[in-house]
């Protein structure tokens, strides 16, 4: 069981440059999101999916495009890179909650991508 | 808007002793988590705190949860350099839906 998997790791681009940080979860998790992670600062929501098809911005989402066309996969996109995005971005993933608050579950965050504009 | 402001930000304490790290949400919520991340790694989930009066233990951290005061601590005791690390709350609530908005971190050091 992988659980959050995202590539690439590290990456570096120039201004103006464009990429796509891939997400992918094994564990059939509904809602999925993408957050990035300035220096000494906590974590800010982009982008986030509750199903297939279904995509909404989070806080800071200018700048980046997202797409959900499977339950698996939730790619984020870079369309020119500015040196403000250089960051760290983590996506996440969790069960969709049933009326039960105990099957409230908490949030699988992958390892990150560590992504430098110069 | 949901905030979310994590006290003290930094904290430097020595092994043995006990303290208590604050997190204070804004809106409603009866749905808070906490987290640690070592330097460059991802977040490691720690407690879930479902309803008013949870309290949860796993070793020398103790959290809680007070929604009618929107209140959370993170209580270690008899800290050990191993519990190095910055611990992030995170809460879903208010206008946010399903999202989780976090504070900012506390960057705790455990000195010898």
């Known amino acids: 069981n992988a659980g959050v998997t995202q590539t690439p790791k590290f990456r570096i681009l120039k201004i103006g440059q464009s990429m796509t940080l891939q997400c992918t979860q094994d564990m059939n998790h509904n809602y999925m999101y993408w957050y990035r992670q300035d220096p000494g600062m906590g974590l800010k929501l982009i982008y986030y999916s509750v199903g297939a098809g279904i995509t909404d911005k989070g806080e800071v989402p200018n700048g980046y495009n997202v797409s959900r066309s499977t339950t698996e996969d939730f790619p984020l996109r870079l369309e020119l890179a500015a040196p403000s995005q250089t960051s760290v971005y983590f996506c996440a993933s969790r069960k969709k909650a049933g009326q039960d608050h105990s099957s409230w579950y908490g949030y699988t965050f992958g390892s990150g991508t560590r992504l430098t504009v110069v | 808007e949901l905030k979310v402001e994590q006290n003290p930000l930094f904290l430097s304490m020595q092994e043995g002793k006990n303290y208590t790290i604050y997190c204070n949400y804004s809106t409603t919520s009866d749905r808070l988590y906490w987290y640690r991340q070592d330097p460059g790694k991802s977040l490691e989930s720690l407690f879930v705190?479902?309803?008013?009066?949870a309290v949860k233990q796993e070793g020398r951290l103790m959290a809680s949860l007070d929604t009618k005061a929107r209140l959370s601590t993170l209580h270690i005791t008899a800290a050990v350099h191993d519990l190095s690390a910055t611990y992030f709350c995170?809460?879903?609530?208010?206008?946010?839906?399903?999202?989780?908005?976090f504070g900012e971190g506390t960057q705790l050091t455990v000195n010898p």
């Open positions: 705190l479902l309803s008013n009066g």
């Open positions: 995170a809460v879903i609530g208010g206008t946010s839906g399903s999202r989780l908005t």
